[in-house]
């Protein structure tokens, strides 16, 4: 096999999406029916995804999504749930050994380099001051700049998983 045959055969899981969701287990979420939109951040070298753009795109899935879920968006002082996020990427490299050479003596070394973007939301109790939800999206890419494309998918497959199944 040539490198660029196995770099590519590696590609789907170096650049698979990783979900990860927690919740408050004592949280009583049919109580939640309002939802606001506090605070974002975003934390990115790359200035395709540090900007005001992203952070409404971010803020308009996150309305559609929790709106889907049967939450109602208030732009008022008072919600049952605050939302949070934040979003940054970093640059990150990765190498890989491969046999090489005649009959597969000898050991060649690959380096990948890719973006990783991670995009945290979380869901607060503004009467308790505590997080009862938080949902975790990495997404990895070859290009920073194609993480912007991916961020729809990454808010719709974490609130897919509001409100936590009941233990």
């Keep these: 096999?040539?490198?660029l045959s196995l770099v590519l055969l590696l590609a789907p899981c170096l650049f698979a999406q990783k979900l990860t969701v927690e919740s408050d287990g004592s949280a009583d979420f049919s109580k939640y029916h309002t939802f606001a939109i506090r605070a974002g951040t975003l934390n990115s070298r790359n200035p395709a995804l540090n900007s005001e753009l992203v952070k409404?795109?971010?803020e308009n899935d996150i309305i559609r999504d929790l709106s889907a879920r049967g939450l109602e968006v208030t732009t008022g002082p008072?919600?049952?749930l605050?939302?949070?996020y934040?979003?940054?990427t970093q640059r990150k490299l990765e190498t890989e050994a491969y046999p090489a050479g005649w009959r597969?003596?000898?050991?060649r070394i690959v380096r990948v380099p890719y973006a990783e973007g991670t995009l945290v939301i979380d869901l607060r109790d503004p009467?308790?001051?505590s997080?009862?939800?938080r949902g975790i999206a990495s997404q990895e890419k070859d290009d920073a700049t194609k993480i912007a494309g991916k961020l729809d998918d990454m808010v719709r497959k974490a609130i897919e998983k509001y409100p936590p199944k009941p233990k």
């Design 56 to 58: 409404k795109q971010i």
């Design 82 to 84: 605050n939302v949070r």
């Design 127 to 129: 009467t308790t001051r």
């Design 104 to 107: 597969g003596w000898g050991t």
């Design 86 to 88: 934040h979003f940054g």
């Design 131 to 133: 997080l009862v939800w």
């Design 1 to 3: 096999m040539t490198k």
């Design 78 to 80: 008072r919600s049952d």
